[in-house]
Nanobody, 120 residues
Framework: QVQLVESGGGLVRPGGSLRLSCAASGSIFSIYDMGWYRQAPGKERELVATITRGAMTEYADSVKGRFTISRDNAKNTVFLQMNSLKLEDTAIYYC??????????????WGQGTQVTVSS
């Protein structure tokens, strides 16, 4: 009952920037944690960055200093600003949200993914 829709992926040259957005909708009472994960071809899905409702953040070592996660609690939206993109950042990026539904059950929902391709 909670849907996540990502946007903002695309093709960018090395050193370029992209901004991903993810909006959550549905039977949401409160969202605790939101985050971005990615999966490159032939690899397992990995954490990119997470942010709590109180704006505490965590980043993968590979993106520290280049990516910034932020959220708008009023709009149930999370963003990922990606700067200084590298070839190895190419992957499908997935949004994740964890929280409590209006039925007071826990949810852990995923978006459908958005492709980010870094290529010269």
């Amino acid at each position: 009952q909670v849907q996540l829709v990502e946007s903002g992926g695309g093709l960018v040259r090395p050193g370029g920037s992209l901004r991903l957005s993810c909006a959550a909708s549905g039977s949401i009472f409160s969202i605790y944690d939101m985050g971005w994960y990615r999966q490159a071809p032939g690899k397992e899905r990995e954490l990119v960055a997470t942010i709590t409702r109180g704006a505490m953040t965590e980043y993968a070592d590979s993106v520290k200093g280049r990516f910034t996660i932020s959220r708008d609690n009023a709009k149930n939206t999370v963003f990922l600003q990606m700067n200084s993109l590298k070839l190895e950042d190419t992957a499908i990026y997935y949004c994740n949200a964890k929280g409590i539904s209006t039925g007071f059950t826990y949810f852990d929902s995923w978006g459908q993914g958005t492709q980010v391709t870094v290529s010269s």
